[in-house]
């Protein structure tokens, strides 16, 4: 047996662990992106009493393994009587770093947006609320979108971290069939052409968004 057909007879064995891969990245997503906008927000106002426990908050997160965090959320908190599934704990985990790493995504694209457009909103008397809402972040997102589909792609190959406290993603899949076959290579080979398919569509799909974005600017300017 070739390992082409090692991989076609395990394939729809893994697609569970894909699954459960895809979910596991979209809730750290759906944790990690409006963290990380708050985040942003905060490590940027002038009250330093806000500002400095935000970057400490934002530091702690990018430089803390992943693995650590997933360990501190997984075996820690039932210490403090508070214990949660292994899923919904790799969940929060990786929704914290991913709110650590976004925050500076946000950040740069916030300042990113031209200083005329604040003192312009200020002109119109718009107060920081409005002026953020209205002005900032409609900008700060469309410069954001290509780093943030970068570090979505990161986060998902992130979430084979999971597999340590036995997440069903796609490498505890994966590993439990090559334990079962003795078959590591194709398996293993398999999960990673699995990981750069969907790696490779997600830039794919950001690519052909940006051109089309592209020429309706232009045929908007003519």
């Known amino acids: 047996m070739t390992w082409i057909d090692e991989w076609w007879t395990m394939f729809p064995s893994f697609l569970p662990g894909l699954l459960v891969s895809l979910e596991l990245t979209v809730g750290a997503l759906a944790v990690g992106l409006p963290l990380g906008i708050l985040l942003a927000l905060g490590s940027i106002v002038p009250q330093p009493y806000v500002r400095w426990p935000v970057i400490v908050i934002v530091e702690i997160g990018r430089g803390a393994p992943g693995l650590i965090v997933l360990y501190l959320v997984y075996f820690g908190l039932p210490q403090f009587n508070l214990t949660l599934s292994s899923f919904v704990s790799a969940t929060i985990a990786l929704g914290f770093t991913a709110g650590a790493y976004t925050a500076e995504i946000f950040r740069a694209g916030i300042n990113a947006v031209p200083a005329g457009q604040r003192e312009a909103s200020r002109a119109l008397g718009l107060g920081w609320v409005k002026e953020l809402r209205l002005v900032i972040l409609p900008q700060a997102v469309k410069v954001v979108i290509p780093p943030l589909v970068g570090f979505g792609i990161l986060l998902f190959q992130g979430t084979s971290l999971a597999f340590v406290i036995s997440v069903p993603e796609l490498l505890s899949i994966?590993?439990?069939?090559?334990?079962?076959t003795y078959q590591f290579f194709g398996s293993l080979t398999l999960v990673?052409?699995?990981?750069?398919?969907?790696?490779?569509?997600?830039?794919s799909l950001l690519k052909l968004r940006r051109p089309r974005k592209a020429q309706a600017s232009l045929s908007a300017a003519h």
Request: cysteine-free; charged content about 0%.
């Open 174 to 180: 994966a590993y439990n069939n090559a334990s079962i």
């Open 192 to 203: 990673g052409a699995m990981y750069a398919a969907v790696s490779i569509i997600a830039v």
